[in-house]
């Protein structure tokens, strides 16, 4: 309580003296940057006036805003890697606003000198604090399993992620769980974005413009989740000719198509172009003869993914995107174990650029419907369902070096879970749930200091529930080279996972709202007694870190991490009674469904890059340690791995740089596990009290030790590949790919099987093969 009245009382203050001075204009241009020859907007590249210090970055839309500029004649410049350079004379005006869109034409590839003038002008005015933005051509300079790259791969090589493994994997972020990450497409909600192979996502790499991840600390625009956020845009479509993509792999197949349905006449024209997705994985059938080795029956995991959007834009830039998606996935497991998800749904997304001012609008409107479905060896079932809407209206202000946001977004949508307990008695919840939230940000510069004070006021109508977060994040510039960030802020969510933090393997990957019985007291690790004021899973976040250009290719971020949950829900492991009016002088710890939890996790990360022309490398370590108490005792959960390494490394060669070879090593120490102290026979009296112990027959019950007090053995795994590029024609580019995931062949163990006392391990050695043809 003493942290949120602090932290409160900091963000007021920051925005008391920060408020909206020099907010008066000289005059400024905004506008979007396009590629020539695709429409396309080019992203995250430098506009800036010759001679002066006034520029600014594109963002994940190609936007640019460069006001309070003094009236004047000028050379607008803006350099990108791979692409010429454009230069053209504009006039400032005094409180006017030029609406300026630029082309820029695909060309020379030695131009990565303005490329790294521009991300390093923007590492000195942004603050991106734990954040990591991610482009397609980033996500190819790993190696690719199944030969194809895709977004899971790359987040598992991210800092503070940990990945739990090739089948049925799930990534925890820096201490947080799951259902706590926060994924948005397009502005969507994602309620499952990986397959259960646990090597795919459901994202199409080729058709994905950026994705931004906040392990951390990230602002007051983000609402609802505790842990992280990945938020994924994707492309608009060819606007000036039809293209596409076909490929094909030892895994599954894939295919995009692109194109204008209606092309502009002339400057003053709008467009409106699309772009279609669909890739499948028949491992299941393909396996049965590549990879017999692993199981005569196949590998049993497939799944199908299709995406479709439509760009409605304008001569001005602003424009409507509407878009859907159907996303599928079934495993088979060896022991019986069934499981088969689904996800579909659908929305739109709008940019308004007002004529006479600096600001951007921006919004957007989806609903998604999420239904998984298990079934047990022992034939008991359990279903999960979360389906509802969210929308969300943004104002983006440029002030010279400032930026100011105001938002407000909805969310609603109902859960619906299912399962048979060990009694075969069927146990439901349904619950509908509204969350509305309104934000305030704003960056703003003094100097070498730069501070990003935001506050969310996030109200949960179904708990009756107000959550004040004020965050902050700030970065000052030490020296040219040297920069030191921080940040801090509380964070809240509705949403639990239908299965435990302390489930050996969580397959099941389900939604529960937060439940209104909940305990009325609970006991902190310091054994004293607070009580339970609403049902809401709560976190404060604080980071500290260090940015160093070691030389202008080689750059080092060091960051210090620690996440307070100060309240988690989770499923009550402990429970032995009937939450009924018999039990009422039974303690709440032993009777009630779920329990109140808290943890922290803490520790830091290291990581070190090089990119420059034929050489990509980056070396990830990360030092994570997470724990949780009860209210009776500490444990640490399934996904505590301490240590946590990754090394990346790419290179081309070739006359024409048409070959590329690259390569990943991973390590990862052993999770925590509860150990088997021994068996015995078991009875069950649920049916028949009178039973007779002496005749009847019971089962194998185990005896456990204490929870998570084991650790499994580490994890490491290498993989590689090396591709081939030919080019066919001005636009068609031929690709082929060889490698192999898990190359030592390695044997990582997956689970420890206690009903028949056998090792379940990860997959073995997996050569693969891919060709694409792209047009």
């Known amino acids: 309580m003493k942290n949120q009245k602090n932290l409160t009382l900091f963000a007021l203050v920051a925005f008391l003296f920060l408020g909206f001075s020099g907010v008066a204009q000289d005059g400024g241009i905004k506008g979007f940057v396009y590629n020539e020859e695709s429409g396309e907007p080019v992203i995250f590249t430098n506009v800036y006036l010759k001679g002066t210090t006034y520029g600014a970055p594109t963002d994940q839309n190609g936007f640019y805003s460069i006001s309070k500029v003094p009236p004047g004649n000028y050379k607008l410049m803006v350099t990108s890697l791979g692409y010429d350079s454009l230069e053209t004379n504009i006039t400032i005006e005094g409180n006017k606003i030029i609406n300026k869109n630029l082309d820029l034409k695909p060309g020379s590839v030695e131009l990565q000198t303005f490329d790294v003038n521009a991300?390093?002008?923007?590492?000195?005015?942004?603050v991106k604090m734990s954040m990591i933005k991610i482009t397609p051509a980033q996500i190819n300079q790993i190696p690719t399993v199944g030969g194809e790259a895709?977004?899971?791969?790359?987040?598992?090589?991210?800092?503070?992620?940990?990945?739990?493994?090739?089948?049925?994997?799930?990534?925890?972020?820096?201490?947080?769980?799951?259902?706590?990450?926060k994924i948005l497409l397009d502005g969507m909600i994602i309620y499952n974005a990986f397959h259960s192979i646990g090597l795919f996502s459901v994202f199409d790499a080729d058709i994905m413009r950026s994705a931004d991840v906040y392990t951390g600390g990230f602002g007051a625009q983000y609402g609802g989740r505790i842990s992280s956020i990945m938020d994924i845009t994707t492309r608009d479509g060819n606007k000036k000719r039809m293209a596409g993509k076909v490929s094909l792999s030892t895994f599954g197949a894939k295919a995009y198509l692109e194109g204008p349905l209606k092309k502009a006449k002339d400057g003053n024209d709008g467009t409106i172009s699309y772009i279609l997705s669909g890739k499948t994985s028949y491992l299941d059938q393909s396996s049965k003869v590549l990879y017999s080795y692993v199981d005569s029956n196949g590998i049993p995991f497939s799944f199908n993914d299709l995406y479709g959007?439509?760009?409605?834009?304008?001569?001005?830039?602003?424009?409507?995107?509407?878009?859907?998606f159907n996303f599928q996935d079934k495993a088979a497991y060896a022991n019986g174990t069934g499981i088969e998800w689904r996800n579909y749904g659908g929305g739109g997304h709008f940019i308004l650029l007002p004529r006479a001012s600096s600001a951007l609008v921006e919004g957007n409107f989806s609903y998604s419907d999420y239904f998984i479905s298990m079934t047990e060896a022992n034939n008991r079932k359990r279903e999960s369902g979360i389906n509802g809407f969210n929308m969300g209206l943004v104002s983006t202000y440029f002030l010279?070096?400032?930026?100011?946001?105001?938002?407000?977004?909805?969310?609603?949508?109902a859960t619906n879970f299912t399962f048979n307990n060990e009694f075969n008695r069927v146990i439901t919840q349904q619950e509908n749930n509204t969350e509305v939230g309104a934000y305030f940000k704003y960056k703003y510069r003094i100097g070498k200091l730069i501070l990003d004070p935001s506050f969310r006021l996030q109200y949960y109508a179904s708990l009756s529930a107000l959550s004040p977060e004020p965050r902050l994040g700030m970065k000052y510039n030490l020296t040219d080279n040297i920069r030191i960030k921080g940040a801090v802020g509380m964070y809240s969510q509705n949403l639990i996972a239908a299965n435990s933090d302390r489930d050996v393997v969580n397959l099941f990957y389900?939604?529960?709202?937060?439940?209104?019985?909940?305990?009325?007291?609970f006991v902190t690790k310091e054994g004293k007694?607070?009580?339970?004021?609403?049902?809401?899973?709560?976190?404060?976040?604080?980071?500290?870190?260090?940015?160093?250009?070691?030389?202008?290719?080689?750059?080092?971020?060091?960051?210090?991490?620690?996440?307070?949950?100060?309240?988690?829900?989770?499923?009550?492991?402990?429970?032995?009674?009937?939450?009924?009016?018999?039990?009422?002088?039974?303690?709440?710890?032993?009777?009630?469904?779920?329990?109140?939890?808290?943890?922290?996790?803490?520790?830091?990360?290291?990581?070190?890059?090089?990119?420059?022309?034929?050489?990509?490398?980056?070396?990830?370590?990360?030092?994570?340690?997470?724990?949780?108490?009860?209210?009776?005792?500490?444990?640490?959960?399934?996904?505590d791995r301490r240590h946590n390494v990754n090394l990346v490394g790419a290179y081309k060669f070739g006359k024409d740089l048409d070959w590329e070879v690259n390569a990943r090593f991973n390590f990862g120490s052993g999770f925590p596990f509860t150990q088997t102290q021994g068996f015995y026979e078991g009875l069950q009296f649920a049916d028949d009290i009178g039973k007779d112990i002496t005749t009847e027959n019971g089962t194998i019950?185990?005896?456990?030790?204490?929870?998570?007090?084991?650790?499994?053995?580490?994890?490491?795994?290498?993989?590689?590949?090396?591709?081939?590029?030919?080019?066919?024609?001005?636009?068609?580019?031929?690709?082929?790919?060889?490698?192999?995931?898990?190359?030592l062949n390695r044997d990582n163990i997956f689970y420890f099987d206690r009903s028949t006392y056998t090792r379940v391990d990860q997959l073995p050695i997996l050569p693969n093969a891919s060709v694409s043809l792209s047009f």
Not at 400 to 413: H, P
Not at 510 to 519: H, R
């Open 309 to 324: 959007k439509i760009s409605f834009a304008s001569s001005s830039g602003s424009k409507i995107d509407l878009f859907g």
């Open 150 to 181: 895709d977004f899971a791969q790359y987040l598992q090589v991210l800092p503070g992620v940990v990945f739990t493994g090739d089948q049925g994997g799930q990534l925890y972020i820096r201490g947080g769980s799951p259902v706590q990450n």
């Open 119 to 126: 991300d390093k002008q923007e590492a000195q005015s942004e």
């Open 510 to 521: 389900g939604f529960l709202s937060s439940p209104e019985k909940l305990q009325s007291n």
């Open 701 to 743: 019950s185990t005896i456990y030790g204490d929870l998570n007090q084991g650790r499994l053995p580490d994890y490491a795994r290498v993989d590689a590949n090396i591709k081939k590029f030919w080019t066919l024609g001005a636009y068609s580019k031929l690709e082929a790919s060889v490698g192999v995931t898990n190359m």
């Open 400 to 413: 010279g070096s400032n930026e100011a946001k105001f938002g407000v977004d909805i969310v609603g949508f």
């Open 529 to 639: 007694t607070r009580t339970v004021k609403n049902n809401l899973q709560k976190a404060n976040h604080y980071i500290f870190g260090v940015e160093y250009d070691l030389t202008k290719r080689i750059n080092l971020n060091v960051e210090g991490f620690y996440k307070d949950f100060n309240q988690l829900v989770n499923i009550n492991r402990n429970k032995i009674y009937a939450d009924n009016e018999l039990n009422l002088d039974k303690p709440d710890l032993l009777k009630k469904d779920f329990i109140i939890e808290e943890g922290a996790a803490y520790g830091f990360d290291i990581a070190v890059k090089y990119d420059f022309k034929r050489v990509y490398f980056w070396t990830v370590y990360s030092l994570i340690k997470v724990d949780r108490w009860d209210g009776v005792i500490e444990y640490n959960p399934v996904f």
